[in-house]
């Protein structure tokens, strides 16, 4: 019945109405009532249906413009979302570009404070290298003072010690400083092994640094004209070399010392131990050769002085005549007169009824007289004593003689002070001999060593075999001023490149010896 108009369902409902009026088809009519009623029904029901589906559709409509307009919110949010994440995508490339400049600018920055820094160690150490090239004539004292007279100004530094290592007495002196109290210096120049601060870090072979003194600082404080100034930081910092102590470096200063003058102060220790250990040796050998040639100098004047006194002693053996005494029961009797001027006397009368052993020394007329040593007649010496009192060296030697009926002891004088001092001369002659053997001993055995040396130097430079495969033509002039030079020529291949040095190294001798053995291993590193 959806299909229908109202007009035509009207026509329909008045032939309904007209069958019932005339009694036809009751029953048909009764189903057909029942029938358009129930399509009313679903008529209205229809229409109520319409309407809540109009209504539906309306609120349907305004939820798909709701949702249209959404939709549009939501594509042009979605477009300014896309439009903001082009943005942002932007911004974080040009944030990354940034970013890479910045890092490029900080590893720029880094190299150049790894720059600056190597800068700094490059021109500190070879200023340094500069200072620590040894002069002529110079000693180790000398050599620590000028090290310590530019090294602790500029560290910043108040006052400075430098300690060399002395292996024989297993301890530290004093071989230079910086703006300290001689008195204090005095009282402790040598210092032992795990003495105080210094002596262990001598011991340890690890520095000490303090950042602040606190308390201890009066204990290093540095006086001048007006007030005391006291530090704030102190390093005592070991100087070794090839794993051996040289000595002890030790500083302080008014403000606590950056990381950099640490490092610096680490890195220069072992060229600063290294020379004062060649320092070390140079003065051992120096004092050798030098006392090689005062040994020499004293046996050739020990030689022509007993060569003087033999000559001397033996024209006075020639024309001097012995000294006799007649003795009678101890009692001189009479004397000649070589004995008289012997004992210093003006005549012979003065000694005539004495007894002879007024004539010795007191210290040894004891053993002369109890030990009976004139009765034996041998020589004997002893110390006699003149009138004067002084006294010399005097042989003495008794002999029975029979004069008529009584027996006359005769006592036979001769000084022998020439001859004790020329024995004593001969000792000293003999020692000097023996001291000088010696040396000559040392002077062959370091000169050996040095020549040892000389082999093992030679054997690391490299040969014309070696140096042919870089330049085809090529020659050495090599003539070290002693046995060991400190100077080497070093070879190398690397890339396709061959790589030469001539290198000159601080010292000359056995020190440099070792500096440019240090300096071939480093460039080989």
Known sequence: FKCYSKSSFAIFLLFLLFLEAVWLFAPIT????????????????????????????QHLQTAEEVTRQNAE????????????????????AELIEKNKEIQATNDLRHINQ?????????????????????????????????????????FDGL???????????????????????????????????????????AKSLKPIYFHTLNNHAHNF??????????????????????????????????QAWDERYLELLKRMSESIGTNLSALQDQMQINQLFADSQISE??????????????????????????????????????????????MGYDTEKELWNTHYINLIAPINRFEIEHNHLLKDGLLHE????????????????SREVKYGQETITVISLRDITIRKSTERELEEANRVAKLSAEVEKQHKH?????????????????????????????????????????????????????????????????????????GYSNLNK
Not at 34 to 45: G, I, L
Not at 303 to 332: A, Y
Not at 382 to 397: L, P, W
């Open 30 to 57: 009764k189903k057909l009532k029942r029938y358009v009623q129930q399509v009313q029904e679903t008529q209205e029901a229809s229409t109520r249906k319409n309407e809540e589906l109009t209504l539906a559709y």
């Open 221 to 254: 404080s540095v006086g001048t004209a007006t007030e005391e100034i006291e530090p704030e930081a102190l390093i005592i910092q070991p100087l070794i070399f090839n794993d051996t102590l040289a000595g002890v470096l030790e500083m302080t200063a008014l």
């Open 159 to 201: 006052q400075g010690v430098l300690y060399a290592f002395e292996e024989e007495k297993n301890s530290l002196y004093i071989a230079g400083s910086y703006a300290t109290d001689h008195e204090v210096i005095r009282q402790k120049n040598e210092v032992g092994m795990g003495e105080n601060l210094v002596g262990q870090v």
């Open 297 to 342: 100098k004293k046996l050739k004047r020990s030689v022509i002085k007993i060569r003087e006194n033999e000559e001397r002693f033996r024209k006075l053996s020639e024309l001097t005549q012995e000294g006799l005494l007649f003795v009678n029961d101890g009692v001189i009797k009479d004397l000649n007169d070589v004995a008289v001027q012997m």
């Open 73 to 92: 919110e939501v594509q042009k949010s979605h477009a300014e979302l896309l439009n903001a994440q082009w943005q942002i995508t932007k911004v974080n």
């Open 446 to 518: 370091i000169l050996s060593s040095i020549e040892y040396a000389k082999r093992i130097q030679h054997s690391i430079l490299p040969k014309g075999k070696i140096l042919t495969k870089g330049f085809v033509e090529n020659f050495v002039i090599y003539t070290p001023k002693d046995i060991v030079s400190g100077d080497f020529y070093w070879f190398a291949e690397k890339n396709e490149h061959a790589l030469m040095a001539a290198v000159d190294c601080t010292g000359h001798g056995v020190p440099g010896a070792f500096m440019s053995i240090i």
């Open 382 to 397: 002893t110390i006699a004593q003149r009138k004067n009192g002084e006294t010399f060296h005097m042989e003495i030697q």
């Open 114 to 154: 790894e720059l600056e820094e190597s800068r700094f160690f490059d021109k500190s150490l070879s200023h340094f290298a500069e200072v620590m090239r040894w002069q002529a004539n110079q000693t180790i004292y000398s050599w620590s003072e000028h090290l310590l007279s530019v090294l602790v100004p500029y």
